[in-house]
């Protein structure tokens, strides 16, 4: 009995972790995320990544009493194939980092794999190219020209607010370059206060046709309505950006035969089809959601065109489509 509560003490301290020494290329664990210290920049490794052909990041750990690495030597070598300076000590730590890059990764059958070219620019500090392909489902959106939504309707010289949540170094710049270069509008950049994978714009100025513009012309899937009057009050329109990658939001498809041609016209929202239980009521394609995911109905229904909205504020983080199609 002594032996394991010496035992459990001890791995009680270690979980603690020993002092980080910040003057070294490291790799950091903060609660649950990984986060690499080298030279000058901070480097996010999200779960799920791949450091070899059949190890992810979160492989590396254990959790016994608190987290600890298994092999620490194993680890810092694996990490060093992509860090050319590197990697000297691994910690457990409480301090997470105010601004992060997120480790490019590309898709090989299924598993993502640290993209070792697109982090060598990054860590050369030739982010501007790298960033901007890290990954063109998620991370980093496109604005769509004026001419190719509601030309009647301009964005001229209206101000937008770009606050960056995702952690991607000059993010908010690149949005706002391409809002002014795309929508003729002013904007202001800046990081946003915390991390968020869900994205969200607030609305103080813009009429209906000119915000129905302007969030169907941003290429993010997942953006919600956020009412916050004291936010950036002076511009017309905010927008705080997240990681679309990262977003859990269900898309619930409810049918009256259990199968229906809407899963492919909204297969990038991964939708789950399920046979509805009262068919007889279902006519056409209603689309229903939350007030807070107007956004996202709205994008939706630009995929299903012929489909109709319909308020429900029971839902939470989903929206549900009947249809009889």
Known sequence: MKKIIITL????????????????????YVDGNYYVYYDNEVVEITRG?????????????????????????????????????????????KNRPDTVV???????????????????????GEDGKALLIVDNTSDIVEIKPSNQIDPEVSLEGKTVDV???????????????????????????????SRSDMSYVVNHKLNEDEFLKFV?????????????????????????????????????????????????QLSEYTPKIYKAKESSTIVGVTIKYNPEDFVIAHKLLSLVPSARLEKDSSLENKIVITTNR
């Not at 001890?10 to 972790?17: D, H, I, R, T």
């Not at 190890?55 to 608190?66: A, L, S, T, V």
């Not at 480790?103 to 860590?123: C, H, Q, R």
Request: glycine share 6%.
């Open 163 to 193: 606050l960056n949540a995702n952690g991607i170094n000059g993010f908010a710049k690149k949005l706002g370059e391409a809002f002014k270069n795309n929508l003729d509008m002013n904007y202001n950049a800046d990081n946003y206060g």
């Open 49 to 93: 990544s791949y450091i070899t052909k059949d190890k992810k990041i979160e492989d590396y750990f254990f959790n016994f009493f608190g987290a600890h690495v298994k092999d620490e030597k194993l680890l810092i070598s694996d990490l060093s194939k992509y860090f050319p300076h590197s990697i000297q000590d691994v910690v457990i730590s």
């Open 102 to 124: 997120e480790v490019p990764t590309m898709d090989l059958d299924g598993k993502y794999i640290i993209d070792s070219i697109k982090l060598a620019n990054i860590l050369s």
């Open 216 to 264: 169907n012309s941003i290429g993010l899937k997942y953006i919600k309505i956020k009412e916050d009057p004291s936010l950036r009050p002076d511009a017309d329109v905010v927008i705080i950006t997240g990681n679309d990658k990262k977003v859990k939001y269900a898309v619930n498809i409810y049918s009256t035969t259990g199968v229906s041609e809407l899963k492919d």
């Open 9 to 28: 003490a001890m791995l009680s301290v270690f979980a603690c972790g020993k002092e980080e020494d910040k003057s070294v290329n490291r790799l950091a």
